[in-house]
């Protein structure tokens, strides 16, 4: 079971840094520590400063069994909530002009099955069709490993399309 963070520590996280131009590290260790041993959280948190990093902290666990405490340098597995950040940086680059929800995916990756039929709105609402390769047995055995841009590139370029763009949705 993977710990949640409440509505009240993130709202009391930020109260403690928009309210003080002092930070106080006791208060704030007492609030991550006590939701980390009431298992409500985990993590590693750096809060900076014109560039400093003024506090660091780690709390709970990196991984929970068996049991490895979490230190600031713990890096973490992101998955999914990648996705906002890329939704998050494709609308930046639509406010600068610079593409559109109409964009064909084939303007930046035209090998891929079907690039000059999805685009970008498909691929944010999962609609693409592209083959969710990380659900393939064989991406148990390299997913840990480093794979570049052009490795990762030629993976999806060789699968089938599970659908037509647009016909349906289906996360990935």
């Known amino acids: 079971m993977l710990p949640r ?18 930070l106080n590290t006791a208060k704030l260790d007492s609030l991550l520590n006590s939701l980390a041993t009431n298992h409500k959280l985990m993590g590693s948190l750096a809060l900076t400063r014109a560039g400093q990093v003024v506090y660091s902290h780690a709390f709970g666990d990196a991984q929970v069994t068996p049991s490895i405490a979490a230190t600031p340098a713990t890096r973490y597995r992101v998955g ?12 930046q680059l639509i406010e600068e002009r ?4 109409e964009t064909p995916l084939a303007t ?10 999805i685009t970008i709105d498909q691929l944010l609402s999962h609609r693409s069709g592209l083959h ?18 052009a490795e ?21």
């Open 132 to 149: 969710n390769f990380t659900s393939d047995a064989a991406y148990q055995g390299y997913m840990a490993q480093p794979k570049t841009q």
């Open 80 to 91: 999914s909530i990648s996705k906002m950040f890329t939704a998050v940086m494709i609308f």
């Open 108 to 117: 930046f990756f035209p090998q891929l099955p079907n690039a000059s039929r």
């Open 98 to 101: 610079k593409l559109t929800l």
């Open 5 to 22: 963070l409440s509505l009240t520590a993130l709202l009391s996280l930020a109260a403690l840094g928009a309210s003080a131009q002092t």
């Open 152 to 172: 990762l590139l030629a993976i999806i370029a060789q699968t089938t399309p599970d659908f037509e763009p647009g016909a349906k949705a289906a996360y990935s």
